[in-house]
């Protein structure tokens, strides 16, 4: 979009020029820096005779649409529409496609924080029939890493209270320097000074806030982690930074994640097996590098070329 580009790195520009020319032929390294910044690396190995942690078959999500006096359902808006997966400890499951395809839904639904029809399985048991009550034991193991780093932290509350939170309600018989202690070695294995718990959000940079984010789902040792675009909001090089950061948690604590997004450069580096989704359906399923290196569905070589700058001959199926 732009003509002319400035760099800015603590407050100073530090180089300028026409876009052409800054993108082409960069001179400040860390306008180098930036231009190359973006995931790398492979995502784990996964033991595919791993236990199973979550699962489920036929999932649907059917929101009704009323209209009339009488407020009758004419229609549903089906955001997830029969979907079959598994999900393994030490697996990351990627699921893409374009705003409006179904992706949160899924991963809230798997969580049991919406309704919805079909079985769900955690670690081998039933839990779509489990009242609120009933799940509340699981939501220990069941844990979230919101979009926004911004907007998922209390601006009135410390580091320490908001990691800590969870700790209070789960577990209850922990003392205060029990709960310190283990905030600070959650914010040491995220990045962050552990002595930072008693400052507060605003003091800290984005990227710093999803590592906050981060320590406060890992401080309860969950076994199912639900990742909701935790890097869309991140410039490039905080990215990289961040999935390296999963990728390490994940592999000492064999996490099993459910990675939403629609950046396919860092569902690439992260994710072991992809689903494609596309109004509520699954379009395409498969292991990752077969999605990346041989996709059969139309709409998934357009997502492909969005994201990688590629050539494809249905230029039209994204706006379809």
């Known amino acids: ?45 996964t033991d595919l005779s791993g236990p199973v942690v979550v699962e489920t078959e036929n999932l649907k999500v059917w929101f ?18 029969g979907l079959t997966m598994k999900l393994r400890a030490g697996e990351t499951l990627g699921v893409v496609g374009e ?30 029939g489990y009242t609120n009550k009933q799940m509340r034991p699981l939501r220990k193991d069941m844990q979230v890493v919101f979009q926004d780093p911004y907007g998922s932290l209390s601006p009135r509350l410390t580091v320490g209270q908001i990691i800590e939170e969870g700790m209070l309600i789960q577990q209850p018989d922990l003392d ?25 959000p605003h003091e800290f ?19 199912f982690v639900m990742l909701d675009e935790p890097t869309s909001a991140l410039d490039m090089s905080v990215q990289a930074q961040i999935v390296d950061l999963l990728r390490n948690l994940q592999n000492k604590r064999q996490l099993a994640y459910l ?32 999605i990346f290196d041989n996709p059969k569905q139309d709409y998934t070589k357009a997502l492909l070329a969005a994201a990688f700058d590629m050539k494809v001959a249905h230029r039209g199926v994204l706006a379809s």
């Open 1 to 45: 979009m732009a003509d002319r580009v400035y760099v800015m790195k603590d407050g100073e520009i530090v180089e300028s020029g026409s876009a052409q020319a800054v993108f082409d032929a960069p001179k400040h390294p860390y306008t180098k820096h930036l231009i190359e910044a973006e995931p790398k690396g492979s995502p784990p190995v």
């Open 64 to 81: 009704p649409i009323k209209r009339g006096l009488l407020k009758r359902t004419v229609d549903y808006v089906k955001a997830v529409d």
């Open 99 to 128: 705003s409006g395809s179904g992706k949160t839904t899924l991963g809230l639904a798997l969580l049991r924080l919406i309704s919805s029809e079909g079985p769900i399985a955690y670690v081998g048991n039933r839990i779509d």
């Open 176 to 200: 205060e320097d029990a709960r310190r202690a283990r905030v600070g070695a959650e914010l040491k294995e995220a990045g962050l000074d552990p002595n930072a718990q008693d400052r507060y």
């Open 205 to 223: 940079s984005g990227g710093q806030r999803q590592r906050i984010a981060i320590a406060r789902a890992m401080v309860l040792e969950p076994k």
């Open 259 to 290: 990675f939403i997004s629609h950046d396919l450069k860092v569902v690439r580096a992260l994710c072991n097996y992809v689903i494609v989704m596309r109004n509520g359906k699954v379009v395409e399923e498969g292991p990752a590098r077969e």
